[in-house]
């Protein structure tokens, strides 16, 4: 085999884990203005998978569970997705208040009907959110995000991003990573804590 053909991949594969590790570090890493747990997070307004205009305000009163990134991903957004919707079958009706919010980091490509057919195979708490480049790139800001548009071979593009799931609590201000990488049944625990 050519070793020259597997240096690309593995080169970009290590940079994306790099990046990942640091935006996960710099998401998290305490602002000298602020606390962690209030530097997180805060007001948007984007459009809903229904097209309509939503604010962050809407899902005040419950959790909120929020996790960037976009319908082309082939790995990570379809695995953190189906953990999501395992969670919420195990939560309930408990949990029907209780929202996920998948906010699209390419929004050129997902407009809200794509969204909305994307995440028609998804448990129906998990909304998804779009909006122009302006209010993508203000939210991800305002939640110490990272997203990048990586070129591939073929003249299209991936998007490498943030990979955390934000905990929310009731008044929209930020508790901390949820973790998914347990049974469904603890993270259904874990979250109706905090109902």
């Known amino acids: 085999m ?5 240096i690309l991949p593995a080169a970009a594969f290590l940079f ?16 000298p203005e602020a ?3 209030s530097s997180v997070g805060g007001p948007f307004e984007l459009t809903a998978m229904d097209g309509k205009r939503v604010r962050s305000t809407a899902f005040e009163g419950a959790p909120v569970l929020v996790f960037f990134g976009f319908t082309n991903c082939p790995d ?18 408990k949990a029907a208040k209780v929202r996920a919010l998948f906010i699209t980091v390419d929004p050129a490509r997902d407009t809200p009907e794509v969204l909305k057919n994307y995440l028609s195979s998804f448990d129906e708490r998990i909304i998804g959110l779009t909006g122009g480049q302006d209010e993508i790139d203000a939210t991800v800001k305002a939640y110490r995000a ?5 070129p591939t071979s073929n003249g299209d593009y991936t998007m490498d991003h943030t990979a955390i799931i934000y905990l929310m609590d009731k ?5 901390g990573a949820f973790n998914l ?6 993270a259904a625990k874990d979250l109706l804590r905090y109902l």
């Open 2 to 6: 050519n070793k020259r053909a597997l």
């Open 16 to 31: 994306s884990l790099v990046a990942l590790g640091l935006a996960a570090l710099w998401t998290f890493a305490p602002s």
């Open 35 to 37: 606390t962690r747990a």
């Open 76 to 93: 990570i957004c379809p695995t953190k997705l189906m953990e999501l919707s395992q969670m919420f079958r195990e939560a309930g009706p």
């Open 146 to 150: 990272y997203y990048k548009k990586v």
């Open 171 to 175: 008044r929209g201000q930020f508790v």
């Open 181 to 186: 990488e347990r049974s469904p049944a603890e």
